[in-house]
C-alpha cells in the first residue's frame, strides 16, 4: 500500500522521535510512505487566526502537490492532519472559497479539485488498512504488564476524522489491546493539552496538564501515549515546570505511540527515537516488559 | 450601548463576522444551551463564554465582543464545535472574531497575537516553521524575563537533538510566495 506522507515541521526536530518510529514501524507494516516534495507548513492555528485565505491556500499547496498516481496523504500530525483535512472539506462545502483559493495557487502554477486527495491519520491506516491480524502477526515482544493511557487529544478526533467517535475513541485502545497491553481507562483521553497556550498563559496551560497528568497516575498508567506533537511537547517537556508550580512528583513518560508499537514489533528501542523525550520512559520498559522473543528486526 | 455600525462592505457586525465565517449564517440560530462554554477548557478564563459572546454578537455589540479575550483564549480544541446542537462552527467563528479584533486593532491583553504574527512570518519566509526562532523571537520581545525560566528546557530539548538553531526551506520557496502575496491581495486581510 502507497501513500504520500506529510511529516509537518515538527517531525523534522522537536518529534523527530515521532518521525523516525513512523517510518519503522510503516516499513515492518508494508506501509510505502513517500514523502511529498517539498511540503510546506500547515500554518498550525496561527495562520487561520490572521487571514483565512492565505492560511487555506498555504495548506492546500500541499494538496495540490500530490502526485497524480496517489490519492492518499498521511499525516502523523494533528495539527497538520486537521488543517489538510478541513482546507480539502471546506473547499467542497464552499464553492466560492474554493476559486479563490485557485486563483491564489494559479499564481504558483498550481490547481486542487477538493475531494482529489484523502488525508488520513497514520493511526486510522494502522488500524483500518493494516488491520488486527497482521498487527498481531507482527508482535514478537508482547507488551504484557504496561499498563497505557490512550490519549488522543483534540485535531485527529474533532471535528472531520470520519474513523472514530470524537467523545468515545476506541481505535488507539484496540490498537495497544492488540500488542498484549493493558489500555487503562481514561476519561480525558479528548480532553486538551492546551496548544499553544503554553507560549501565552503557563498557569493556564499547566494546569490542563496537570489534569491530564493526574489522571494518567489516578488510573495507574505507566506512560501515556500521544499522537500529537503538540501534546507530547507540552506534557513532557513542560512536567517538570508543572511540579513546580503544583508542588506535585509527576514522572510520568510522555511517547509517541508509534514509538510502541515498534517496541511490541521487536526495533530496537534507539531505532525508534527513545532517549529524546525528557522524562525517561526506557526505564519503565525494561522494568515491565520482557525482553523480545525474537530477533529485532 | 448597542452599536449598529456597517463595515465598508456595508454589512452590520452580526453579518460581518457570518461573512468571515464558513459555515457562519448558523450562528443565527444559537439556542443559547451553553454545551460550548460547559466543554471549553479555557471557558472559565474567558470574560464571556462563546454562548454568551454570540448573543452580544447578535444583539450588534461589535466594540464588547472585538475587545474580549474569549477568541484569545481559544486553542482550536474543537471541543464546542463537536458538540453544538445547532451545527455552529463555532472554533471558526472564533477565528473570524481574532482576524476582525487584529484587523480594528483591538486585540489587548493578550501575546496571542504576537505569537501568531512571529509564527506566520517565519512560515512566509522560509516555508517550514522554525521553532527556535520562533520561541528565541517571540521571548524576546514579549516576555524577556520568561526567557530566563525557557533557558533550561531549551537545552535540555537542545541536547536531546529536538531544537535546531537553523532554519529548514523549503525548494521553490518563489511558488509558495507567489501564492501568498495572490491570496493576500484576493482576501483584502492583514
Redesign the interface.
Known sequence: MKYAYYPGCSLECSSAAYDVSVRAVAELLGIELKELDDWNCCGATEYFSQDELTASSVIARNLALVEPDLNQLVAPCAACYLNLKKVDHLMGEHADLSAKINQALAAGGLRYQAGRVRVRHLLDVIHTDIGEQAIRDKVVRPLTGLRVAPYYGCQVVRPYNGFDDPEQPVKLDELFTWLGAEVVDYPVKTHCCGGHMTQISEPQAFELHRRLLQNAVEYEADMILCMCPMCQLNLDAYQNRVNGLFNTHFKMPIVFFTQMLGIAFGIEPKKLGFGKEIVAAEPVIRAKLAPATQPSA | MINIAHDKRGLSFRDQVVA?T??GEQLAHCLQCGSCGGSC??GA?MDYTPRTLFALINAGQRDKVLSANTM??C?????C??RCPQNIPI?DVM??L??LS?RENMASG????A???T??GL?DKY???F?FGL?SR?YLFNKPI?ML?MGP?GL??FT?????LVP?K???LD??Q???????E??G??
Open positions: 468571515d464558513p459555515g477548557p479555557n478564563d484569545w483564549c486553542v482550536s480544541c474543537y471541543a464545535t463537536s472554533t477565528y473570524a481574532k482576524r487584529l493578550t501575546d496571542a497575537p505569537l501568531a504574527r509564527f506566520t512560515l516555508g517550514r516553521s521553532e520561541a517571540y520568561s525560566k528546557l535540555s530539548m536531546r537533538g529536538r531544537m535546531s529548514t523549503i525548494r521553490q511558488q509558495l507567489a501564492i501568498i502575496k495572490k491570496a493576500r484576493l482576501g486581510a492583514s
